[in-house]
DNA sequence: GCATACATACCAACTAGTTGGTATGTTGCT
DNA sequence: AGCAACATACCAACTAGTTGGTATGTATGC
C-alpha cells in the first residue's frame, strides 16, 4: 500500500469525522451523508476509499486504535520505576482525561460495538481488538506489580486489566445518562482505590505509603 | 393513565419486543416496522400507543424500569439480616443473571441511552432515571452497612452504588465486544472483591469472616 | 352513537450504494 | 526528453429500497 504524495486528505478527514460522529450518535445513526458533509467530501470519495460503511466502521475501530494507541504510548505514566506506581499513574491518567464534553472524552470502540455486535461481526472484532489490544498495555505492569509484591489473590493480570476497562466503559454509559462526566470521575476513584486496596497489604510490609496519593476531589 | 379491561394487547407486545430489539440492536437501528413485525402488530396500532418513536423509547425505558424494579423487589437478597450481607448477594445474583445469550442480560436502559443520549433528552433521561433509581435501592444498604461498622471511607454510599452500576454496564459492554459473557463475570467478581476489601477491616475486628463465601469459578 | 382499538394503504424524506465521468499523477518504453 | 498506458483520487447525479409518520377506514363494546 505505498502511501503516494497526497495520499487521501479525504480517508483522513472522513475518519476524523468518524471518530466525532460515531461518538455522539453512535455507528448506526451516524449516516454516510452526514459523515460526508462533516468531512466535507463528497460521497464518490467515501465509496472509493471504502467499500461498504461496514468497511469504514472497522476502518475507524483500527484509527482508533492506533491514535489512542500513540497516546498513551508517548504518555509519561510508565516513567515511574515501581510498577504498581505505573498502573496507577495510568488511572490517574484515565481520570484526568474526564474532561470537557462527554462526546470529547468516551471511547469510539465501546460506543461502536453496542450497536454493531449483532449485526456486523467484522466491526464487532476491529472493536473488540480496539480494547482488548489497550488492556493488554496495561497486562505486563499489573502482573509486574503483582510479581514485586508478592500477591497471589485469586485474580490474574488479565482480568484486572479487563476489569479497568469495564469500569471506564461502564463509566462512560453513566456519563451520558447523566449528561455529567461527575460520575465517571467517582467511578474512576471507586477504581483506583480498588487497585490500591488489592496491593495494600504488601506495600505496607514494604514501608510504602501511596494511599490518597494523587487523590482529588471527591463530591457528595 | 387508567388502565382500561382489556387494555391494549398490541401496547404490551410492542413494549414487550422492544426489549428484545433495543438490547440487540440499540434503539436506533430498531425500526418501527421491525418492532410491529416482531410483535405481530401493524404501524397503525404502534402510532395509536405511541405518538412517536420517540414516545416508545421512553415508555420502553420504564417498562424496562417496572418490571426489573419488580424482579429484584421480589429477590431473596433482601433476606440477609446484615446489610453487607445484603450488597453481597446483591453482586451475586447480579453474577447468577450472567447466562445464556449475551441479549438476554444486558441492559435495555444502558443500551438504549448510547445512541439517544444527544439526539433525545426525553430517552436520555428515562435512561438515567431507571438507572440511577435501581442503583437507589443499593444505597440504603450499604449506608447501613457503613453505619454498622464504622467504615468513614472518602467515598459516599450513592457513588459506590453508582459504581455498582457502573462496572455491570461496563461489563455488558465487554461481553458484546468479545461476544462472550465470561469478561463480564470476571468484572463482577472484582467488584465483589472490592466492596469486600472495602469493609474487610471492621468485618475482621467484629469477627466475621465472608472473605470467599459465595466465590466460584474464576477463569484463568 | 360515540369512543377505543385497531387495520390498510400510502407518502415524503432519507438511506446506502452506483454510475459515468474528470483531473492529476506515475510508470515504462523509446 | 517525451509520450502512451495506467492508476489514483475524487465528483455530481442518480437509484432502489427503507424510514418514521399519516390519512382514512372498520369492528367492537358501552
Given amino acids: 500500500m505505498a502511501i503516494t504524495a497526497a495520499s487521501s486528505d479525504a480517508r483522513a478527514k472522513l475518519l476524523s469525522a468518524g ?32 467499500v461498504s460503511k461496514e468497511a469504514f466502521g472497522v476502518a475507524a475501530a483500527e484509527h482508533w ?5 500513540a497516546l498513551f504510548a508517548r504518555a509519561q505514566y510508565h516513567a515511574a520505576s515501581d510498577p504498581l506506581d505505573r498502573v496507577l499513574a495510568y488511572i490517574d491518567l484515565r481520570r484526568a482525561l474526564l474532561r470537557g464534553a462527554i462526546a470529547d472524552f468516551t471511547c469510539v470502540a465501546g460506543t461502536m460495538v453496542q450497536d454493531t ?24 505492569d499489573i502482573a509486574a506489580a503483582k510479581r514485586k509484591y508478592g500477591i497471589a489473590g ?4 488479565s482480568s484486572l486489566a479487563l476489569h479497568t476497562q469495564a469500569v471506564l466503559q461502564g463509566a462512560f454509559v453513566l456519563a451520558k445518562a447523566k449528561g455529567d462526566a461527575a460520575v465517571a470521575i467517582d467511578s474512576v476513584d471507586h477504581l483506583r482505590r480498588y487497585i490500591e486496596l488489592l496491593f495494600k497489604p504488601a506495600t505496607l510490609k514494604t514501608g510504602r505509603t501511596r494511599m490518597d496519593k494523587g487523590r482529588r476531589r471527591m463530591k457528595r
Same sequence: chains 1, 2.
Fill in 154 to 157: 485469586a485474580w490474574s493480570a
Fill in 65 to 69: 486504535s492506533l491514535t489512542t494507541g
Fill in 19 to 50: 471518530m466525532r460522529l460515531i461518538r455522539t450518535h453512535g455507528f448506526t445513526a451516524t449516516t454516510v451523508d452526514e459523515l460526508c458533509d462533516d468531512a466535507r467530501v463528497t460521497k464518490g470519495a467515501f465509496f472509493h476509499h471504502f
Fill in 117 to 140: 455486535w449483532e449485526s456486523s461481526p467484522a466491526i464487532r472484532a476491529a472493536c473488540d481488538a480496539s480494547i482488548s489490544e489497550h488492556a493488554q498495555t496495561l497486562e505486563a
